[in-house]
């Protein structure tokens, strides 16, 4: 990052210096912690307590990074827009299953914190807002064995389609609802969560927008999970299955009904489609940084490669497509943050863009090592996996383009049926 060219010209001190530290926690905990990681074999040892995954997050934790959206008088680091991209990228330059581990974590409490509901602040925020262990850890729970895709299309006639339902539902009970079914094994953080931000179905006739966002502590009586899955890629990021069996949770822990369901989950969606694109930018600098580096010292042809022009055609293309994901994720995260507007469709634009650039950056930079690109013993075949992983991970890439095409054609006149099917 020493000699990584800063762009923006008035670039504030303030955040160059955050900018700074984060980047020394990427390099010198982030990074080797998840090289280990990616090297065990048992997706249990990932989770266990005395994981290096375990010591990364008290040590976050205690910097308080696990509240770095949350305001300066509530004890959170206030970042916002580019303070907010710039600590995104840095971890995942480090590693982005470990920063995507550290910001699934206070998904449900900042959840919580946004109703403005004192009682649920207290109760949920607080608490995680001074835990210094890295104990308390949030799940975003969306996605079902049967509902993958069918959950991220807001917007869409699918989504309304009455024959199209969620597999998890809450129905009112007195001044409970009551919580069943199953939650697909693909929750990242739901094997080690604590609580989950839980999107479930509260009106089966509307399809999936007769949904609910509730907060769960995943300690109640009922709660179980599934065991960790094992997969190609980001393999620090752990994920299961989470089940609910007749689940009484409080009425005020619902924190969104039916009624604003779609559009609540489209402020989820903004914020999480842009924050996908600052961490994939963060891989695709880290993939461009190892190639250059490794061009210089590989000799072939008796000089370094980097003195060949065609290792320089390719470093330079990379260069260009870390520039463009950077200057487009950052542009939608200082809009959608600071916006009262928020755009989705910018925001889904800037994570297929960055997601895409990412994969084609790390394969690019997976050529340049040549055969050392594909041995485990360098770390550019492990940013190639997590790379690949980010065309499924949170919307495959062809879905979220759906709903993006949806916003861009309905500003543009073009009126769709209610339900398709
Ligand atoms: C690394 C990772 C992390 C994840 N983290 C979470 C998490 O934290 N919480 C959570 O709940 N889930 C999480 N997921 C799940 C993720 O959101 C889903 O995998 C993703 O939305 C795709 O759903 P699916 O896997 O069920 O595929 P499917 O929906 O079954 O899609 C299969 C194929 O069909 C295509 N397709 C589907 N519908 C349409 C359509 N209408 N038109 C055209 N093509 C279509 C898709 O593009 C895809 O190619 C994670 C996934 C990954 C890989």
Known sequence: MDTYRELNVEFPKEIASIQQSVHRFAKDVVRPAAAQLDRLTDPRDVIALDSPLRKVFKQAYQLGYHVAGLPTESGGMGLRGLGMHVLIEELSWGAVDVALSLLCASFPFTAAAATGNPELYEKFTKPFIADREGAIIGCWAITEPQHGSDELVPGTPQFHNPRVSGQVTARADGDSFIISGQKAAWVSNGTLATHAALYLTT??????AGGGIAIVPLNLPGVSKGKPLNKLGQRALNQGEIFFDDVRIPRSWMLTAADGYELELERTLTFANT????????????????????????????????????????????????????????????????SATPSLEHAIAAKTFCTEISFQVASDALQIFGGNGLSREYGIEKLFRDARASLIEDGTTDVLSLAGARQILSQNGVSFPAAAN
């Open 275 to 338: 924050a996908m694109a600052a961490a994939f930018t963060g891989v695709a600098r880290a993939a461009y940084e190892e190639a250059l580096e490794y061009s210089k010292q590989r000799v072939q042809g008796g000089r370094a490669i980097c003195e060949h022009q065609l290792v320089q055609k390719h470093l330079f293309e990379m260069f260009a497509k870390v520039e463009a994901s950077r200057a487009l994720s950052r542009a939608a995260m200082i809009y959608n943050q600071t």
């Open 203 to 208: 009106r089966p006739g509307a399809g999936m």
